[in-house]
């Protein structure tokens, strides 16, 4: 009776599989059209920007990444970047930990604008920090009487950048922690760890890879952001220029090669960011797949050292 059974399983088994395989000019004609969007859509527009780079020789290409205004332009994207993707990481951080590990009155409220960037446009971003720090806004009389500039400066082209990459790194981390639970931590403090001993030896261990892979999202998101940092920069000239803000005025101004050239190095940015994601991801796999493999006896800690 317990042979029919298994037989009978094992048969509805194969039944089931059977029935969610494709025939193989169907999966051929799948990844055909998979590779070929990627291939029109993707490979191709990043290779007209480096043939159109160089359409004017080498030397053209490097001469127009070292003009005075683009080197600004670099500096500040660069200054930019380091300013808000820090800023991010520690607000994502403590953003995380806050959901992850706490219940409290608001707290769909929080998740929701952790992810209003999300769904606002960058143009109105940039548009809400000008009507509150513009000179005729809500703030602006009072900074101004105080010297004090936000819009068409650096400070309004930070803010902006750290609006709109908000929830990168929030993003990464909220799920994880979230499913690893709050049983590692509670088992540190237990055995005597302070708490700064837990979130550095226990907590940060645990979500590494999905902090670096937000900065690293982050990052991108803020050397490349256009639409919110042109509202608030005011495209002064080797002063509020980013990057993409450059490219768009070298591009209107007919300096086509010159802003593929910038062009570039943003694509070059893009690809340095999908490799580093493609190994995160392994790393994270390898480091789990060896967790399964060698399972270490989880009810078993030491006490962290001081």
Request: a neutral charge.
């Amino acid at each position: 009776m317990a042979g029919t059974v298994h037989r009978s399983w094992n048969a509805a088994s194969r039944k089931s599989t059977r029935g969610t395989e494709e025939s193989p000019w169907i999966r051929r004609l799948l990844i055909g059209i998979a590779f070929g969007f990627c291939g029109v859509f993707l490979l191709l527009p990043l290779a007209n920007v480096f043939s159109q780079a160089l359409a004017d020789g080498w030397k053209a290409f490097g001469g127009s990444l070292v003009t005075p205004d683009t080197r600004a332009a670099i500096r500040l994207t660069l200054l930019v970047a380091a300013i808000s993707v820090p800023l991010n990481m520690v607000f994502g951080v403590a953003a995380a930990w806050t959901i992850a590990r706490f219940e409290f009155p608001g707290k769909p409220l929080l998740i929701t604008l952790i992810d209003l960037p999300f769904s606002v446009s960058p143009v109105v971003a940039g548009l809400i920090y000008v009507i509150v720090f513009g000179l005729q806004g809500y703030l602006g009389p009072w900074l101004d009487e105080r010297n004090i500039q936000v819009i068409f400066a650096t400070p309004g082209i930070v803010l902006a950048t750290i609006f709109v990459t908000l929830p990168f790194v929030a993003r990464e981390l909220i799920p994880l922690m979230q499913a690893q639970g709050s049983e590692p931590e509670q088992a540190a403090l237990t055995l005597g760890a302070s708490g700064w001993q837990t979130f550095w030896h226990v907590t940060l261990p645990s979500v590494k890879w999905a902090l670096l892979y937000g900065v690293i999202l982050c990052n991108s998101r803020a050397m490349g952001e256009f639409g919110a940092v042109s509202v608030v920069s005011g495209h002064i000239t080797g002063r509020t220029d980013t990057m993409p803000l450059r490219i768009e005025k070298l591009f209107v101004g007919f300096q086509g090669a010159a802003a593929f050239s910038v062009a570039t190095l943003l694509t070059l940015l893009a690809l340095v960011t999908l490799l580093l994601k493609t190994w995160l991801e392994w790393r994270q796999q390898r480091d789990h797949d060896s967790a399964q493999t060698s399972p270490e006896d989880s009810d078993s800690a030491t006490p962290l050292d001081p």
